[in-house]
């Protein structure tokens, strides 16, 4: 049986706050534990590749979860649409080119997905991750533990409620 759910973290443990995505993910099925009853699946990975258009499958809803340079501190949550662009070509995909594989795949719209970006600022090869880094890191796990209780997805927390 395939789980409903889906969180997906990629990065790169070695390379600073790379590693968010796959800290996203031990972190919250840790948190989730046994309560976890098979209704989430938990996966990371090193980037995004093809394949990870079977792990769609059988969905309701995903959650892919990245390190970005560019979003708002702490993180910010984005509705994703399936897209062709210019990872498709590459052995690092973008979660909208994983998406797009999907529906190439089966002829129908994938199932909802939404994108995690955590704010990180460092991403040297052999550094841990900074300390603010990890902050935003416990920020994201708390909306995460949401999107887990919730059939709807919880709303992106604004940073500026953050430091109220």
């Not at 995004?48 to 990245?66: K, M, P, S, T």
């Not at 702490?74 to 994703?80: D, H």
């Amino acid at each position: 049986m395939i789980a409903p759910m889906l969180v997906c973290g990629w990065g790169n443990l070695s390379r600073g706050d790379d590693a968010l995505g796959p800290l996203f993910v031990q972190q919250l099925c840790t948190w989730a534990g046994s309560a976890n009853d098979s209704r989430v699946e938990f996966l990371e990975d090193y980037q995004l590749q093809i394949e990870h258009a079977l792990d769609l499958v059988c969905r309701e809803r995903v959650l892919f979860v990245d390190a970005s340079l560019t979003c708002t501190a702490p993180f910010e949550v984005t509705s994703l649409s399936p897209a062709r662009d210019a990872t498709f070509t590459t052995h690092a995909m973008s979660a909208p080119s994983v998406m797009q594989v999907y529906r190439d795949l089966y002829r129908v719209n994938p199932p909802p997905c939404t994108l995690l970006a955590i704010r990180g600022m460092r991403f040297e090869l052999g550094e841990p991750p900074g300390p603010l880094a990890l902050e935003h890191l416990a920020l994201a796990l708390a909306w995460g533990q949401a999107w887990l209780g919730n059939s709807v997805p919880p709303p992106a927390i604004a940073p500026e409620a953050m430091h109220a």
